[in-house]
């Protein structure tokens, strides 16, 4: 019988969950209020949708559903606490998971206001686990808003804890509400949030549905027949009869790499690269970034499947990483890989993600360039062993602030934010340079033409930026073409007569590019590029992209951007989306073949552009649902989690038998005497098989 100091206390706890939860959330509501024009932007689940509705009402009315089942839940889990485990365990855990749920809230509220519109979500949260060194040394800038957030909360709550007390005094009665209606209570609300989630194609509004959601997804996609088991099943990469030359490859990840750096009559701040796009051999034009964010385009480019379109990393604790290029490549072709770079940031990523083989890191290009050959070296590249070499150049990266380069770097135009930017491209335009004097290998001179063994080379930007306006928000809120458009050159050399390039590029096609080049074949449905090496047939047309989408890291429930052929234009619609829904904010004309620029759009182009742009909008969002789902469910901690519970399960039911047989057989009654030995029983002890 639970006395009426623990029911004060426990009601206390469970008042503080839902103020500590209510402050967040109406935090999270008035700074979008404030910032964004009468709007919150609020983060999304599993499928990377914000959910919009006159009013807000529809928001507010499933934050407040899910904080009921929230308390009902706990509320049961500690009563059951409290009489099997006694008062001391049940008052901890009840602490636990308000300090739990404390710190959430305030980490959502930081994030909402530091990070223009993030929110915290469960696989963000294993993220953080998994990387907690990268996790603190990102947030140590930013601390004053977490700082901050964590004061917001905690005073309100102190203002608050004399009536929250004096609350649970008065409401600590003997009396206790009838588990059928706690039960009828949780009930309801689930079945009204499963309505909601159908309504609005699965998405949490607030930080437990987002939580939740997420839970749910995992759970349902490790302990429950699905459809997603069959298309995970089928992803699988093999190796093609015949494929025995394996090229050397590379990869060379541009930091910011935006398409402007192609522009033969811009400032040659990359004269490298523009040195090279004179040769016959080498194709270069615009990619498209689908979520623009450095590791969202390093997973597409590595893996061949899109990103989620989430403000969190979902996709890299998905079973899909098992066919990344490092792991594909090493199974079916027997390369080494190598991943280099010049930052110290997540370097565990590289092995854990995407199965690269060796990591070398340095803080400059002049150490870094003797440990790459070292290594290559070292597995006798040059001797013809295949290689993989992925490299990333990170010098361009934001933000561009005038102490980030001397002033004797400078001098390309007269914006300073795009003067800083094109210096910084200057380094990373070097270190390309430097690395491919060493990789891919090449001819001696006057040995003749390039050959297969001399391998492929791509150069690749994650995402642009803008740099125009005083202050330019970063390149994870926006989706314009200055940001979801970025450089891509390929170095074919003995390929290039079977190059045939696309009008519209994915960070996907090189994947499917090397895939064509060392002779794996992609089999099942998540693979979406399309490989830029040919057959040599005419039908290449029939190999292009439809459209190709891109969402905003930060708010990918808010901003949208697809780029589409539409009778023989090419298009990039821009959406934004508010209180009203999405809304057609902008259309350009983009490059019509595979190379830099744009066109003029003349006004018959712009309406071809904007009848087609609401229908591959909606097509964008279907196959975004589905995708941000799957990479939910597939995702590799939960059923790491489920495999350590169903482990335990087993342990103690083996436990369970030894105690059985080692304590109670010594002092089972022994057989009666009359009992005739049964012929198909072969135990050798004192008990009839009836009795087993």
Same mark, same amino acid.
């Given at each position: 019988m639970e006395l009426k100091e623990e029911v004060k206390f426990r009601r206390c706890v469970q008042a503080v969950i839902a103020f500590t939860v209510s402050a967040s959330e109406c935090g999270k509501w008035t700074w979008g209020k404030y910032l964004h024009d009468g709007y919150g932007y609020w983060w999304v689940s599993a499928t990377g949708f914000s959910y919009f509705s006159e009013g807000g009402s529809d928001q507010r009315d499933e934050a407040i559903l899910s904080l009921i089942l929230t308390l009902l839940v706990i509320d049961v889990l500690v009563q059951w606490i409290f009489h099997t485990l006694g008062a001391r365990v049940a008052k901890s855990l009840h602490v636990a998971l308000a300090a739990l749920l404390g710190c959430l809230s305030t980490a959502d509220l930081s994030l909402t206001v530091g990070a223009g519109g993030a929110r915290v979500s469960l696989p963000l949260v294993l993220f953080a686990v998994t990387e907690c060194g990268y996790v603190l040394r990102m947030v140590w800038p930013w601390l004053h808003y977490v700082a901050m957030s964590l004061a917001v909360v905690m005073s309100l709550l102190l203002l608050s804890l004399p009536c929250l007390r004096q609350m649970a005094r008065l409401i600590a009665?003997?009396?206790?509400?009838?588990?059928?209606?706690?039960?009828?209570?949780?009930?309801?609300?689930? $079945?009204?949030?499963?309505?909601?989630?159908?309504?609005?194609?699965?998405? !949490? %509004? @607030?930080? &437990?549905?987002? #939580?939740?959601?997420?839970?749910?997804?995992?759970?349902?996609?490790?302990?429950?027949?699905?459809?997603?088991?069959?298309?995970?099943?089928?992803?699988?990469?093999?190796?093609?009869?015949?494929? $025995?030359?394996?090229?050397?490859?590379?990869?060379?990840?541009?930091?910011? !790499? %935006? @398409?402007? &750096?192609?522009? #033969?009559?811009?400032?040659?701040?990359?004269?490298?690269l523009h040195q090279m796009l004179s040769r016959p051999d080498v194709f270069a034009g615009s990619a498209i970034a689908s979520v623009p964010v450095t590791l969202k385009t390093a997973w597409e480019v590595l893996c061949g499947v899109p990103a989620s379109s989430t403000s969190d990393f979902r996709e890299q604790g998905s079973h899909l990483r098992h066919e990344c290029l490092p792991r594909a490549l090493r199974r079916c072709c027997g390369y080494r890989s190598l991943l280099a770079k010049t930052d110290k940031e997540l370097p565990d990523i590289p092995r854990r993600v995407f199965g690269f083989e060796a990591t070398v890191v340095a803080e400059d290009m002049d150490g870094l360039l003797p440990k790459i050959q070292a290594q290559l070296d070292?597995?006798?590249?040059?001797?013809?062993?295949?290689?993989?070499?992925?490299?990333?150049?990170?010098?361009?990266?934001?933000?561009?602030?005038?102490?980030?380069?001397?002033?004797?770097?400078?001098?390309?135009?007269?914006?300073?934010?795009?003067?800083?930017?094109?210096?910084?491209?200057?380094?990373?335009?070097?270190?390309?340079?430097?690395?491919?004097?060493i990789w891919p290998p090449k001819p001696q001179p006057g040995a003749g033409p390039w050959r297969r063994e001399h391998g492929l080379a791509f150069y690749l930007g994650d995402h642009g930026e803008q740099l125009t306006g005083h202050d330019p928000p970063p390149h994870g809120n926006l989706v314009s073409p200055d940001v979801s458009r970025t450089l891509l050159a390929v170095e074919a050399r003995a390929f290039a007569p079977n190059f045939q390039p696309h009008r519209l590029v994915r960070m996907a096609d090189i994947y499917a590019t090397i895939a064509s080049a060392?002779?794996?074949?992609?089999?099942?449905?998540?693979?979406?590029?399309?490989?830029?090496?040919?057959?040599?047939?005419?039908?290449?047309?029939?190999?292009?992209?439809?459209?190709?989408?891109?969402?905003?890291?930060?708010?990918?429930?808010d901003l949208s951007a697809i780029h589409f052929l539409a009778d023989g234009h090419m298009c990039a619609a821009e959406f934004h989306r508010g209180s009203e829904g999405w809304s057609l904010h902008q259309?350009?004309?983009?490059?019509?073949?595979?190379?830099?620029?744009?066109?003029?759009?003349?006004?018959?182009?712009?309406?071809?552009?904007?009848?087609?742009?609401?229908?591959?909008?909606?097509?964008?969002?279907?196959?975004?649902?589905?995708?941000?789902?799957?990479?939910?469910?597939?995702?590799?901690?939960?059923?790491?989690?489920i495999a350590t519970m169903r482990a335990a399960a087993l342990k103690a039911k083996v436990l369970a038998a030894w105690v059985a047989k080692s304590v109670l057989w010594p002092i089972l009654p022994a057989p009666a005497a009359d009992s005739e030995p049964d012929p198909n029983c072969s135990e050798p002890v004192n008990l009839t098989c009836a009795e087993l």
């Open positions: 009665v003997s009396w206790r509400l009838p588990w059928l209606l706690k039960l009828s209570g949780a009930i309801y609300c689930g $079945r009204s949030l499963w309505i909601r989630r159908s309504e609005s194609e699965g998405v !949490g %509004a @607030d930080l &437990l549905s987002q #939580l939740g959601s997420d839970a749910f997804a995992m759970i349902m996609g490790k302990l429950f027949p699905a459809e997603s088991r069959e298309v995970l099943r089928s992803h699988a990469t093999a190796k093609m009869e015949g494929a $025995r030359d394996f090229p050397p490859l590379l990869i060379f990840h541009w930091e910011a !790499g %935006a @398409d402007v &750096l192609l522009d #033969l009559d811009g400032p040659v701040a990359t004269p490298f070292a597995w006798d590249a040059y001797g013809g062993a295949p290689v993989f070499v992925y490299f990333y150049g990170g010098d361009a990266h934001p933000p561009y602030y005038a102490s980030k380069v001397d002033s004797s770097e400078r001098g390309y135009v007269e914006s300073e934010l795009l003067d800083i930017f094109l210096a910084l491209n200057r380094r990373t335009d070097l270190a390309a340079e430097q690395l491919a004097k060392v002779g794996l074949k992609l089999n099942g449905s998540l693979f979406v590029g399309r490989s830029l090496l040919g057959n040599g047939s005419t039908d290449a047309p029939h190999n292009e992209h439809a459209a190709i989408s891109s969402f905003s890291f930060y708010r990918p429930g259309v350009d004309a983009v490059q019509n073949s595979f190379g830099a620029g744009r066109l003029a759009m003349t006004e018959k182009g712009v309406e071809s552009c904007r009848a087609v742009a609401v229908q591959r909008l909606r097509a964008a969002l279907r196959h975004r649902y589905q995708s941000n789902l799957l990479l939910t469910e597939s995702n590799v901690h939960a059923a790491w989690l």
